[in-house]
């Protein structure tokens, strides 16, 4: 018997690494490429796999109410490497799973360098791959290289799609007025490592809103190239572009005042609450939660020193910008993620339009499998419509939306939600027989979803085995 030769895969973010994880855990050889440090992006600061470049948040990990905890626990029961690294390296969040950014990204390092399966190889790729290479996995992300971008823009024949993503600041912790701010959660919720009091929070008074707003609309912003677009994608909004949608824009998202309690005024109720949330294992430095800004460095810092107990802040990292591209994938991949033009490759992350560290780890561990049952001589199963693999996947190769004139809207990239999940029979009725209305007819619903999607996980893992 002939062995087979290694699958390639482009890209060793969250997805690639991911996919890696899995091919190998499937006894599949895998060459792994990662052009850093070779060559560097303008986002990323190491060469570690699956470095976190953005927040370190993975969001909520309610498995019981939450589409996203769901999607963590769905690939948790697939074995998966992010989750397991993730799960290992976590810092309070509340009610979210958030990881020690370095070591995290070095464990997912750690464990693919230490895989005899897999051979990691630094250096850039600048084209695809032919056909007679066999198959190929791009997980190259929203940072692909211009000579691989053109590439693909070639195969495909689409007109380039792309977005940007801005980065939130770093504020080193002992430079944080504790005098002025306190540590509380909303609502006083805990979270997987949490204790009820893991953000640090810092208020406004209306006056201070105001000028906070206003100086933040007036600052120097990054200036666009010439063939440049900006199209944000709603989920990572940089801060002073809510602003610009309207003054309490920012108040009713990342600053807003609900749930929380200022124990050096309890007397007042805080205008506006900027959030802090721990980056690392030490608890030495903290990033300011929702204020991804596209302001210059100068101007960024003096701003955010407005901030009630910030006003000596040291950065460790002050917010930036970054291109990001994705692909009209429901034109042109199918439901395994193959390029229809080139069924020899494969893509995954976020260049597929999906949106997030969780999901892009996610369509990672799904390519990975794909390509494993193939290499293994057996059929590639697609997740069901009513997991949360399976609605995320389903957005990707499926997930026009319909217009009011049944014409069908431009493809956007999504976080997994609920919104993406098939209707389900839910209890409307208390155990006495009372209707359920507004929130808790809602939560009844989340709840009845989120366990159908783990039933059916579990049922798809085992189909597939």
């Known amino acids: 018997m002939t062995e087979k030769a290694p699958i390639h895969i482009i890209g ?203 100086a933040m609309l007036d600052a120097d912003k990054a200036e666009f190239k010439d063939w440049e677009t900006a199209k944000y994608f709603d989920g ?73 107990g910030l006003e000596n802040a040291q950065f460790a990292r002050l917010g930036g910008i970054h291109r990001n591209t994705f692909l009209n994938s429901p034109k042109l991949l199918d439901e395994t993620l193959r390029l229809k033009s080139h069924p020899h490759i494969r893509f995954a992350g976020q260049i597929t339009g999906c949106e997030g560290y969780v999901e892009s780890a996610a369509i990672g561990l799904l390519t990975g499998r794909f390509l494993a049952a193939e290499a293994l001589g057996r059929d590639a199963m697609p997740p069901p419509q009513t997991t949360a693999f399976g609605a995320l996947l389903g957005h990707i190769t499926g997930g026009h939306l319909i217009d009011s004139n049944g014409g069908r809207r431009s493809f956007q990239p999504m976080n997994v939600n609920f919104g993406l999940f098939p209707p389900v029979d839910f209890a409307k009725r208390r155990e006495d027989g009372s209707k359920m209305r507004g929130v808790e007819k809602q939560l009844s619903k989340k709840k009845a979803l989120a366990k159908r999607a783990l039933d059916d996980t579990k049922n798809w893992l085992t189909s597939i085995a």
């Open 236 to 308: 990572c909004l940089p801060i002073e572009v809510m602003a610009e949608r309207g003054i309490d824009t920012p108040r009713y998202g990342p600053m807003k005042p609900v749930g929380l309690t200022n124990p050096h005024d309890s007397e007042t109720d805080p205008y506006a609450v900027v959030q802090l949330r721990q980056d690392n294992k030490l608890g030495t430095l903290y990033n300011i939660v929702g204020f991804q800004t596209k302001m210059k460095y100068g101007p960024q810092a003096e701003i955010f020193r407005m901030i009630p």
């Open 12 to 214: 060793a973010g969250l997805a690639g690494s991911e996919a890696a994880w899995q091919l190998a855990n499937h006894g599949v050889s895998v060459i792994l490429h990662e052009m850093r440090p070779v060559k560097n992006t303008d986002a990323h600061v190491t060469d570690h796999c699956a470095e976190l470049v953005c927040s370190n948040s993975f969001r909520s990990d309610d498995a019981e109410a939450n589409a996203v905890g769901v999607l963590h626990q769905e690939m948790r029961e697939a074995g998966s490497l992010i989750m397991a690294c993730a799960d290992r390296n976590t810092v309070p969040a509340g009610g979210a799973l958030a990881v020690a950014r370095e070591a995290f990204s070095e464990s997912v390092t750690q464990e693919l360098h230490d895989h005899p399966l897999i051979t990691l190889e630094r250096g850039e790729i600048s084209q695809l791959p032919d056909a007679a290479d066999g198959p190929c996995l791009i997980a190259t992300g929203p940072l692909t290289s211009e000579p691989l971008s053109k590439a693909i823009l070639a195969a495909t024949g689409e007109d380039s799609l792309a977005f940007f993503d801005a980065i939130a600041p770093i504020v080193h912790f002992d430079s944080i007025d504790m005098e002025k701010a306190w540590f509380q959660s909303r609502y006083d919720k805990k979270g997987p490592s949490g204790t009820g009091a893991d953000y640090i929070n810092c208020a406004m008074n209306e006056e201070q809103y105001k000028a906070f707003i206003a």
